[in-house]
């Protein structure tokens, strides 16, 4: 056998022995002195133990040990008792209740440690099969407006504010919104109101053929439910609010505009709003910087009524978008490792069942105008491409949606768009 092989194995006896020494009655104990003071009591009752009682045995684990070989101890330990114990100076770490093959698995982001700290981790789904709250608090805004590309009419205005925190879940309208298995949720309130015009907003007349004046406020309820391990997410919202003169859109663009417009005297009539809207995002493909995945969804109520499916795409140093809500990260990390920056193409078909902002309120059919129904365009196609940044706690997005005609003889539209996401904590 070479010398170097023989040497190792001797080392490694020698550890062996040093480490998982046992109690063997023909051996004298040695007993250590400790340079701290708990460790200094311990060796003094060592010797003061009485004929026949086991020594206290320090830990191997304990710090600024060092052995004492000029002392020993001339009792002799219990015969009948096998082995000795001793206590660490730390605890030790539990056994991990958690397979090597979960392990491996991806955690809530795509950069190691990139999220927050209720970010999806790998071995958590086991823990909470049903779901948990997220325990982040944020606030997003979103404006719309179609004054950049120089349209000005159909849906010319909107604004959402949107706040999350773990206490909404406590609403008992949470029984209504659905949740993903194994997964992490967000629980939120809304507050929308949009504006649509026809083309020409200086006139009083009723313009036939165009989309008529409408405007609604709602109050809404969302759940943000996303599940890393099988790429899914769930969007799921209840809004109740009011469309007509009662929802302040005329205000509001008079707010905007320099001259007041005249046409929301023909304004589609005050009724009552009570819509459930669900998308679910299924990812296909997920890489470094790359996510695609389909999405399928629809509204249901007495403002939208629809069914619509598409596919999204997401390029560049992003968060996992089935672990995160957004790209925002935690302010803690080193600046470089705080940005975000993204490119996304979000593409939809719907097939449209009812629009009360062309057709009127459900209950409320008196409009001074609306639109009969066929006239509505059955098949509407829309898209959005953004670009976003984030850094630290704040993320900006800023789009370009397309929409093609609602309704016959109506024109294809634009509207740019702004969403700006700030987390509390």
């Known amino acids: ?53 086991t020594p206290i045995i320090e830990s191997r684990f304990q710090q600024n040990v060092k052995v004492n070989q000029n002392y020993t101890s001339n009792q002799q330990p219990d015969p009948g008792n096998t082995y000795q114990y001793y206590i660490p100076a730390e605890h030790l770490e539990k056994r991990a209740l958690i397979s090597s093959g979960k392990l491996a698995q991806s955690g809530g982001s795509r950069e190691k440690g990139s999220g927050f700290r209720n970010s999806i981790k790998p071995q958590e789904p086991d823990f909470f099969k049903t779901g948990r709250t997220s325990q982040e608090i944020f606030i997003n805004a979103i404006f719309d407006n179609d004054i950049f ?41 809304t507050l929308v109101q949009n504006l649509y015009t026809p ?26 439910s996303l599940s890393t391990d099988h790429r899914r997410r769930l969007e799921t919202e209840l809004t109740m609010g009011i469309i007509g003169p009662a929802s302040l859109g005329g205000f509001a663009q008079d707010v905007i ?5 005249d046409g929301w005297v023909n304004q589609v009539n005050n009724d009552i709003i009570l819509n459930y809207s669900i998308r679910f995002d299924q990812g296909l493909f997920s890489g470094r910087n790359i996510e695609l995945a389909v999405i399928t969804g629809g509204q249901a109520g007495t403002l939208y009524d629809n069914i619509m499916a598409g596919i999204y795409l997401q390029l560049g140093k992003m968060n996992d978008r089935y672990g995160s809500v957004s790209q925002a990260t935690d302010h803690q990390k080193p600046f470089k490792n705080r940005i975000r920056y993204f490119f996304s193409i979000d593409l939809k078909n719907k097939l449209i069942i009812y629009d009360a902002t062309l057709q009127s309120g459900m209950f409320n059919r008196e409009s001074v105008y609306k639109l009969d129904r066929d006239q509505i365009n059955r098949y509407v196609f829309t898209g959005t491409a953004s670009i976003g940044l984030g850094l630290g706690r704040y993320s900006l997005e800023a789009g370009q949606v397309y929409l093609t005609p609602e309704f016959a003889g109506g024109r294809h539209h634009f509207w740019f768009r702004i969403k700006n996401i700030y987390y509390i904590n």
């Open 149 to 189: 590309d120089y349209t000005d009419y159909y849906y010319t205005s909107g604004i959402s504010f949107e706040f999350y925190h773990p206490a909404i879940s406590a609403s008992p309208l949470t029984q209504l919104l659905p949740g993903l298995r194994n997964s992490v949720n967000y629980y939120g309130l």
């Open 257 to 261: 505009h320099t001259n007041e417009p």
């Open 1 to 53: 056998m070479k010398q170097g092989i023989l040497h190792i194995i001797l080392l490694f006896s020698l550890l062996l022995l040093a480490g998982c020494a046992k109690n063997d009655p023909s051996v004298p104990n040695k007993t250590i002195s400790v340079q701290n003071p708990d460790n200094a009591l311990k060796a003094k009752q060592n010797g003061k133990n009485k004929p026949g009682q």
């Open 199 to 224: 083309r020409k907003l200086d006139t009083s007349g009723v313009q036939l053929g165009d989309r008529p004046f409408s405007a609604y406020l709602t109050l809404g309820h969302q759940r943000i």
